[in-house]
């Protein structure tokens, strides 16, 4: 299944050639690849390459550059939206922080940097304007 989600989406994006992949796009590949989870084609469109729209792209949490890159970018998405876009954003960093928490409890390797992980989505959680701020702070700490 996962070779023909594969061939379904570049397929799609050989037919659309779209220069980002936006609200748009995203909602018009979940219909043409369904049934797909957002998760598995979010991940599929991250290895195409092609630039992702901030709420397409969701929260990367393959590094702390990563997690605090994508967050920074929700923060605008946040800060510029009304209530519903809003409630979008803050449930994809919940369903984040519950995929950290779920690697923290699986991997021992993984603990510690999927703890600080679920604490900086937290943070944010708790209150997204003043997360750039918070982060900048948090990793002077951290490198000391």
Request: aromatic share 6%; with cysteine.
């Amino acid at each position: 299944m996962a070779k023909a989600k594969t061939a379904e989406l570049a397929e799609w994006l050989e037919r659309e050639h779209p220069a980002e992949i936006g609200e748009v796009e995203w909602t018009a590949l979940l219909a043409a690849l369904a049934p797909v989870s957002e998760s598995y084609l979010r991940k599929l469109l991250r290895a195409t390459g092609i630039p992702l729209a901030p709420l397409i792209e969701g929260v990367r949490q393959e590094s702390l550059y990563a997690l605090e890159t994508s967050l920074l970018k929700l923060c605008g998405e946040y800060e510029q939206g009304g209530a519903e876009r809003r409630a979008r954003v803050r449930k994809l960093i919940i369903t984040a922080r519950d995929h950290a928490r779920w690697a923290a409890r699986k991997s021992s390797s993984k603990k510690t940097e999927k703890e600080e992980m679920m604490l900086w989505m937290l943070t944010w959680l708790e209150n997204p304007p003043l997360f750039a701020d918070w982060v900048r702070l948090r990793r002077a700490a951290l490198q000391k």
